[in-house]
């Protein structure tokens, strides 16, 4: 059974750090490129950030490039993501999704998700 | 950057119902397109991808059409489960997702 777990969130004052982390199960994790999306409280779906499967290309939304990087580490089965310098609108829940193929593919499975809030 | 526009933002129907939720986007992706329903708090779960193909598991009473710029997402027969709220999905040019449409029990 695919499985992706989500950790790493709570709560973090405006320009602070965090890591978030998606531990995979059920699949071969190193062949499958991998995504981060996120939801704002009652807010729709936003994509974030992308890593191949080989780790060689990595992509990131407008609204977080500079700030945040993208990581995976196939000996663990982990997706990481490092947030850095945190606004109150990064206040969202993030999922790490499997991308079927590379670079522009489906999202075919998502995690639960993560809860990350920006505030003072 | 493509924006996606869907419509209605809220739509009103009953078990049985069939019912129809457009996608428009601001320049033409091809067929580059999905759908997703998601749950309150739980996570999306693919519906259809390449604007009409089904993903494994999903009811036939799903179905997906249009390429270029206009979309629909069909749902043939209603059921209790499929009350919901649906996203489409551009993935020609990056991605971004429509602002949601919201299936209510009327």
């Known amino acids: 059974e695919v499985q992706l777990v989500e950790s790493g969130g709570g709560l973090v004052q405006p320009g602070g750090s965090l890591r978030l982390s998606c531990a995979a199960s059920g699949f071969t994790f190193s062949a499958y490129s991998m995504n981060w999306v996120r939801q704002a409280p009652g807010k729709g779906l936003e994509w974030v950030s992308y890593?191949?499967?080989?780790?060689?290309?990595?992509r990131y939304a407008d609204s977080v490039r500079g700030r945040i990087t993208i990581s995976r580490d196939d000996a663990r089965n982990s997706l990481y993501l490092q947030m850095n310098s945190l606004r109150d609108e990064d206040t969202a829940v993030y999922y790490c999704?499997?991308?079927?193929?590379?670079?522009?593919?489906?999202?075919?499975?998502w995690g639960q998700g993560t809860l990350v809030t920006v505030s003072s | 950057d493509i924006q996606m526009t869907q419509s209605p933002s809220t739509l009103s129907a009953s078990v049985g119902d069939r019912v129809t939720i457009t996608c428009r986007a601001s320049?033409?992706?091809?067929?580059?397109l999905a759908w997703y329903q998601q749950k309150p708090g739980k996570a999306p779960k693919l519906l259809i991808y390449?604007?009409?193909s089904l993903e494994s598991g999903v009811p036939s009473r799903f179905s997906g059409s249009g390429s270029g710029t206009e979309f629909t997402l069909t749902i043939s027969s209603l059921q209790p489960d499929d009350f919901a709220t649906y996203y489409c999905?551009?993935?020609?040019?990056?991605?971004?997702f429509g602002q949601g449409t919201k299936l209510e029990i009327k």
């Open positions: 999704a499997r991308g079927l193929g590379q670079w522009l593919a489906r999202l075919d499975f």
């Open positions: 320049q033409s992706i091809s067929r580059g």
């Open positions: 890593i191949s499967s080989s780790s060689t290309t990595m």
């Open positions: 390449k604007a009409s």
């Open positions: 999905q551009q993935y020609n040019t990056y991605y971004t």
